[in-house]
């Protein structure tokens, strides 16, 4: 008796999906690397980087390809307790896509970066000579109180980071599940039949890449209101004459 033949591999995960992950992995220690070095100019840069991929992924949240979309991997809490329950079940229905519990995971690192962003956009060193693109629509002392919260966020998306390679870790001994590989191929195969995932067109990417720097490029410019605020955030500062 010829043993099965293996099923084709899915198509699990888009290629903007792939690229926004393995850009934050990147810039997070390009962020970490630049702050300790003192080059707040490229830190800046970065973190408007990291701005328009948030967005981008916000919007790939909505009209990307279904697992990638907020709606597909977002649960209560009935279908985390039940997807716990079942992690020592070897019989347990493969999942297409994020878990419910790395779908809330996926949630929460996006919202401890998008503090930290938003923190960053406002905040100035220490010296107050260097600061964000929006730190003139907030006082002195707020600027100050966002960066010490700037700096105990990134301790706190360190901590996150850890606990995510834990969990990587976990599934690659105990479950034998590499999660890795499929976040650098796109594709994943499994032991039984399941349905694909739907793959989004290539111009949402395009169109939610494009809204995404649009709206990081408004900011780095200090989000003008008006022709005349764009004007004026375009022009040299004055020389200080002593």
């Not at 019989?91 to 938003?118: C, E, F």
């Not at 960066?147 to 990587?168: D, K, M, P, Q, W």
Request: aromatic share 8%.
């Amino acid at each position: 008796m010829t043993d099965p033949a293996p099923l084709p591999a899915v198509r699990l995960w888009d290629l903007p999906v792939r690229l926004v992950h393995w850009s934050f992995v990147v810039l997070l220690v390009a962020l970490w690397a630049s702050a300790e070095n003192g080059a707040i100019g490229l830190h800046k840069t970065l973190g408007l980087i990291v701005l328009a991929l948030l967005v981008f992924r916000l919007l790939w949240g909505l009209v990307g390809s279904s697992t990638a979309r907020f709606a597909g991997f977002i649960k209560g809490p009935a279908s985390v307790r039940q997807y716990l329950r079942g992690l020592r079940d070897p019989h347990h229905p493969p999942v297409v896509g994020h878990n419910p519990l790395g779908g809330w995971s996926v949630i929460a690192l996006l919202g401890l970066l998008t503090g930290q962003v938003a923190l960053g956009l406002v905040t100035q060193d220490t010296d107050g000579v260097e600061s964000g693109p929006l730190n003139h629509l907030v006082s002195y002392d707020t600027a100050e109180f966002a960066r010490e919260l700037h700096e105990l966020g990134f301790s706190l998306i360190l901590a996150f980071v850890a606990l995510h390679l834990a969990a990587i870790v976990y599934y690659r001994v105990i479950k034998r599940d590499n999660l890795i590989a499929p976040m650098i191929t796109g594709r994943r195969t499994y032991a039984v039949p399941v349905t694909a995932p739907t793959i989004a067109p290539w111009w949402r990417a395009v169109l939610c890449a494009a809204l995404a720097a649009a709206l990081a490029g408004w900011i780095a410019l200090g989000a003008p209101r008006s022709a005349a605020e764009l004007k004026a955030s375009q022009e040299p500062p004055p020389a200080d004459y002593m």
